[in-house]
């Protein structure tokens, strides 16, 4: 069994920042690779950015130059820090894991999410 924890969100003025962390835990051989997906109300969940166990990253075109992502291998956490944060970031944040729990194993985690909410 895997879990995952997000934490950091929050309400924050337009320009504003927030750092958003998710640590996975439990029965955990690989993590393969961890991300942050977005939904706002009436719409469908959408990438923001993703992370591989080399390194490579992938941003949504809508956060590129404002959202970094990292990990910490040794934690299995991902972070996001959204700088220059604008109304319509406003959604619940999901944490993304694919994570391989034997040698043979592995499924796709998802964290509960945490609401972001951009507004003056």
């Known amino acids: 069994q895997v879990q995952l924890v997000e934490s950091g969100g929050g309400l924050v003025q337009p320009g504003g920042s927030l750092r958003l962390s998710c640590a996975a835990s439990?029965?955990?051989?690989?993590?393969?690779?961890m991300g942050w997906y977005r939904q706002a109300p009436g719409q469908e969940r959408e990438l923001v950015a993703r992370i591989n166990s080399g390194g490579g990253i992938d941003y949504a075109d809508s956060v590129k130059g404002r959202f970094t992502i990292s990990r910490d291998n040794a934690l299995n956490t991902v972070y996001l820090q959204m700088n220059s944060l604008k109304p319509e970031d406003t959604a619940i944040y999901y944490c993304?894991?694919?994570?391989?729990?034997?040698?043979?194993?592995?499924?796709?985690?998802w964290g509960q999410g945490t609401q972001v909410t951009v507004s003056s």
């Open positions: 439990g029965s955990i051989f690989r993590v393969v690779a």
């Open positions: 993304n894991g694919y994570i391989y729990q034997d040698i043979k194993t592995w499924d796709a985690y």
